[in-house]
């Protein structure tokens, strides 16, 4: 047994707690509410409060993972479209008038919960920093 296959299992039980932790730590900055995070997450009341307090005890879903994945990567598109940390934050709460948006800002869209919105938000992203799809 190699030495990366003995860290493998330590590595992999810590990552959603520390991509939770970030990923909470995001979206506050973006203002989402409690309730918000809830739906963006698909995570219920009592284990967003009980992850809160301790991101290591979370169990989450490969789709609860990829969501993090998402929004991680959203977060590093607006870290590289924009210096000014005001905007890096302040862009998912604006209204956007391009045609996804369609008035709404992106915390709207990807705060209906569906994984389908999250994706589509991160696209458009991504392509305003130069991402090719």
């Given amino acids: 047994m190699n030495h990366a296959q003995k860290l493998e299992p330590i590595e992999k039980s810590r990552a959603p707690g520390v991509g939770l932790k970030t990923v909470f730590t995001i979206l506050d900055r973006w203002g989402c509410t409690p309730e918000q995070v809830q739906k963006i997450l698909q995570i219920s009341r009592p284990a967003y409060y009980k992850y809160r307090k301790n991101p290591q005890q979370a169990n989450l879903t490969h789709d609860q993972i990829e969501r993090l994945s998402y929004l991680v990567n959203i977060?590093?598109?607006?870290?590289?479209?924009?210096?000014?940390?005001?905007?890096?934050?302040?862009?998912?709460?604006?209204?956007?008038?391009?045609?996804?948006?369609?008035?709404?800002?992106?915390?709207?869209?990807?705060?209906?919960?569906?994984?389908s919105a999250l994706y589509e938000t991160f696209k458009r992203i991504d392509i305003l920093r130069g991402g090719l799809w």
Wanted: with cysteine.
């Fill in 75 to 115: 977060h590093g598109c607006l870290r590289t479209i924009f210096e000014n940390p005001k905007n890096v934050y302040g862009f998912m709460a604006l209204k956007n008038d391009n045609p996804f948006f369609n008035g709404r800002s992106p915390l709207e869209i990807i705060s209906t919960g569906q994984f």
